[in-house]
């Protein structure tokens, strides 16, 4: 009996000791494991299991020295998007949580919740991320106060996509070329060319939208506002901040006219408020519209599953460059970006404060821009999807497709390996930065409209081809991280479901003719009101100009205005 | 003779104990009946009452990362910040208007529905119908809204009709006129037989033997209806108001959200949504906590009001 219980509490002791010395392990720099959660999205495909993923973490081990144990909590990106409030509002925190919100990410830091980078990078800890920080000003965007809380998206843009965009403006070239229209260069050579279109076509309305917006925002305002130099909202014009409606001399106004014009004369498809993606095809192809303002790139391209110019329709839509504005002036290109090395300040991956191994973790993360990672997450695996040709990445001759229109890289070979956000299965932890060329090539070719005939090209590459550079560009892309008190920026986003509310309502309204634009200067006055807008325009070029002192430079010299 | 015997053995002290005693001897007489109860008794203490301590977040400038316990409080600045903003009114006034036209439309509809059923003889054919009339009720909000906006699309069913009879082509999303008909339309639509059910049931609890007498008496069809089938059901009708009445600004904030547009917002900007998107989309939990918080105790208020009401006119009620 005295046997047994002894035997028994050597397993015990045995079993107690082993659980220790596997913790002190798990928690311990100079472990051989590092464990860590992972909450974050997927995309098409959860990239768990993948060849590329598998060189991902041993790319990582190598350079860490540790194996990776790693907990995934992974939602597709749709869902993911939504639950971000839910999410915080749990308090459990994954040891790397990638944020949606900027404002989230602040708050979080400022509340201790998460760690501050700031000192990491100080002392030299972070070399990778430190070089795309060091560009395009990009510190200013993702700091607050000082303090640096977040890993955020990275872009490198390369020379023959530097200014490129997802958005397009489409015509239906066979009925311009049949009709001899001229594809319009200017917003008052769209209002012509639709009068002539409408002429043909009574029952059309040629200027159509590809989609009505989210969460009651109306797309084709924002395009319009964009060409036209304006938003309808606070937004930093390069200079300083200022609410688009009550500034930039009546331009906002401007564009709101047009649309009603545009649309009293039957000239603007009346679904451009509720039209949803699924239901633009159809319209597409039946000769609802002729013009599209905010076509994406992808539905003129069939071989990437595109909508358009598929199965039994004749015509042909292609991509044509953005017309200037209203004003004769290069338009701003709707979500363009800027050349080299940028960054999307908006989300970004956060490391727990409550994490075990946080300068281990910090190591991981900053390891995702360096050229290894950066090339594998793009271009795959070096030697069977990509070489390096004078150190720079090249997909394979034998992955490649010339022939015909068909996309330069085969997709589905990519999707198996599979790399880059082009693929739509994206590896290691969100985000790591992405290459515009390598997705640009992924993408394929669409037919586009150049230099007064039809050709082929990439989405990225001739939206930026088709740019003016960075007059082409909406300065707010480059808007800085403002240092803004927790007070300011909660008063700020209470204020922003009434402002936006009240906007979306009357935009409509104004466009539609049911209110009278006698009325403008009393619905500017009263949107000021409800958005406390005036004090939100003044704490913003505070807090800039407070950002200009302290880093002795000016913000508007960096982004060439 | 034991019971004759037994209140003269019973001491002072026994005698205060008798009823807690008796109240045992219940318990465990009902043993099974009270443990069929604590699976309910535990969801609603754990997904009624306790989040209720979420209230307290209403009046504070609410941290995630500080907690309930540790955010500073601001007292009733956000009540008054809600009810400051002239949006906010918009969607209180939408959402009671909302709420009263689906009531006024709504309520009756499963009512005469059920009536209708009961007055079918085909037994083969009524059950045809009540089950087609459940189906709508099975299908997704976002289903539903999805195939209103095809009926209501220029080239739907809707505008086909409009087309038919010379009318032009109406925008049914994009109008403010027309989301509150197509709303409680297609909320009757939706729910119309699933409805009846209880009504149904009730129809079965009145005693045959009053028809026949009526029939004696020579009542007709509608006569047996206004005589007996109606304060038959009368009970259930009243509880059923009463409930009806306590959630009328509980409006279906998710079908909105799928309905609206921008052009719309004039009638579709309802509180659900705005709750929606200040408390789910900004983020700005204190706010919205203030908002649920306030409507809640305009619910309590019409609940009580209607209780009241109905037992001084119809002396039938809840409590």
């Known amino acids: 009996m005295r046997s047994k219980r002894l035997l028994a509490s050597a397993a015990i002791s045995l079993l107690a000791t082993s659980a220790m010395l596997s913790t002190t392990a798990s928690a311990s720099s100079n472990s051989k494991t590092l464990s860590f959660t992972v909450y974050q999205p997927y995309f098409t495909k959860s990239p768990l299991g993948t060849a590329a993923q598998k060189v991902w973490t041993q790319d990582m081990e190598k350079y860490l020295g540790v194996k990776l144990n790693i907990t995934w909590d992974q939602l597709p990106f749709s869902t993911f998007l939504g639950k971000e409030s839910t999410y915080l509002a749990s308090g459990n925190l994954a040891d790397v949580s990638l944020l949606t919100s900027q404002q989230d990410i602040n708050t979080a830091g400022n509340e201790g919740a998460i760690v501050n980078l700031m000192p990491y990078l100080k002392k030299g800890d972070m070399p990778y991320y430190a070089k795309w920080l060091k560009q395009n000003d990009n510190l200013a965007k993702v700091e607050s106060n000082g303090h640096l809380y977040y890993f955020s998206n990275g872009l490198y843009n390369g020379p023959s996509t530097q200014f490129g965009t997802q958005e397009t403006w489409m015509v239906r070239y066979d009925i311009f070329q049949k009709y001899h229209i001229p594809i319009p260069q200017s917003l008052n050579q769209v209002y012509t060319d639709a009068l002539r279109l409408k002429k043909l076509f009574p029952k059309s309305y040629p200027v159509g939208s590809q989609w009505a917006g989210t969460g009651g925002v109306i797309n084709i305002d924002t395009v319009f506002a964009h060409m036209n130099h304006t938003e309808g909202d606070v937004y930093f014009n390069g200079l300083k901040y200022v609410f688009g409606p009550s500034a930039d001399y009546g331009r906002y106004k401007a564009t709101i006219e047009f649309l009603h014009k545009l649309y009293a004369q039957k000239l603007l498809d009346p679904n451009f408020l509720t039209i949803s993606s699924s239901q633009f095809p159809s319209l597409a192809d039946s000769g609802e519209f002729f013009m599209v303002p905010n076509g994406f790139g992808e539905d003129l391209n069939p071989s990437q599953g595109g909508s358009l110019n598929t199965g039994s329709f004749k015509g042909q839509w292609v991509a044509i460059p953005v017309p200037k504005n209203l004003y004769g002036q290069v338009s701003w290109h709707n979500a363009s970006d800027g050349p080299g090395y940028q960054m999307d300040p908006r989300w970004g991956s956060v490391i727990s404060s409550k994490a075990n191994n946080i300068p281990l973790l910090v190591k991981l993360l900053d390891y995702q821009y360096s050229p290894q990672i950066f090339n594998l997450y793009n271009y795959g695996i070096q030697g069977k999807t990509f070489q390096l040709v004078n150190g720079k990445p090249q997909f394979l001759p034998s992955i490649l497709k010339t022939k015909n229109h068909e996309p330069p890289i085969d997709k589905p070979l990519l999707q198996k390996l599979p790399v880059g956000a082009g693929s739509g299965i994206r590896i290691g932890i969100q985000w790591i930065p992405e290459n515009r060329d390598a997705e640009n090539q992924m993408f394929g070719l669409m037919p586009v409209y150049l230099h007064g005939k039809i050709t082929w090209d990439g989405m990225w590459s001739f939206t930026s081809q088709t740019s003016d550079g960075l007059k082409s560009v909406d300065p707010n892309n480059f808007a800085p991280s403002l240092p803004l008190s927790a007070q300011q920026q909660t008063q700020i986003a209470n204020d922003t479901t009434a402002l936006s509310t009240y906007m979306n309502e009357q935009l409509a309204k104004f466009i539609l003719g049911q209110e009278s634009f006698s009325q403008w200067p009393q619905f500017v006055k009263q949107a000021e009101s409800i958005g406390n807008v005036q004090q939100v325009v003044s704490w913003d070029n505070a807090a800039l100009k407070t950002l200009e002192t302290q880093n002795h430079w000016s913000y508007r010299a960096s982004v060439g205005k | ?319």
């Not at chain 2, 754990?46 to 907690?67: D, E, H, K, R, W």
């Not at chain 2, 009733?76 to 903003?85: A, D």
């Not at chain 2, 729910?191 to 079965?204: H, R, V």
């Open chain 2, 1 to 319: 003779m034991r019971g004759e015997s037994a209140p003269q053995l019973v001491s002072s002290t026994s005698l205060r104990s008798y009823p807690q005693r008796a109240f045992l001897r219940r318990l465990i007489q009902q043993k099974w009946l009270i443990g069929m109860t604590i699976p309910a008794v535990i969801f609603v203490v754990l997904f009624s009452y306790l989040p209720m301590v979420g209230i307290l977040v209403a009046f504070q400038n609410y941290n995630v990362f500080q907690g309930v316990f540790h955010s500073p409080w601001v007292g009733f600045q956000n009540f008054q910040y809600f009810f400051s903003n002239p949006i906010a009114w918009q969607g209180f006034r939408n959402t009671l208007v909302l709420g009263l036209l689906s009531l006024l439309f709504g309520f009756p509809a499963p009512i005469i529905f059920a009536l209708l059923l009961n007055e079918l003889t085909g037994k083969r054919f009524r059950k045809f119908v009540q089950s087609v009339s459940y189906l709508p009720y099975f299908i997704s909000v976002v289903i539903m809204v999805g195939i209103l906006k095809d009926l209501a699309a220029p080239q739907g069913l809707f505008n086909g009709i409009a087309h038919w009879f010379g009318v032009q082509t109406i925008q049914f999303f994009a109008d403010p006129g027309w989301f509150r008909p197509l709303f409680v339309g297609s909320g009757i639509w939706q729910t119309l037989g699933w409805s009846s059910i209880l009504y149904l049931a009730a129809l079965t609890g009145i005693d045959p033997e009053l028809y026949a007498a009526a029939k004696i008496d020579g009542a007709g069809r509608w006569k047996q209806t206004l005589h007996i089938t109606l304060p038959g059901l009368s009970p259930t009708i009243m509880i059923l108001l009463i409930l009806s009445i306590g959630s009328i600004l509980n409006t279906d904030y998710q079908k909105v959200l799928l309905m609206q547009s921008p052009s719309n917002l004039e009638t579709s900007n309802v509180i659900g949504t705005y709750v929606y998107q200040v408390g789910i989309q900004n983020a700005q939990f204190s706010e919205a906590a203030a908002i649920g918080l306030a409507l809640s105790v305009v619910a309590f208020i019409l609940v009580i009001g209607a209780n009241w009401a109905a037992k001084k006119w119809t002396e039938q009620s809840l409590w």
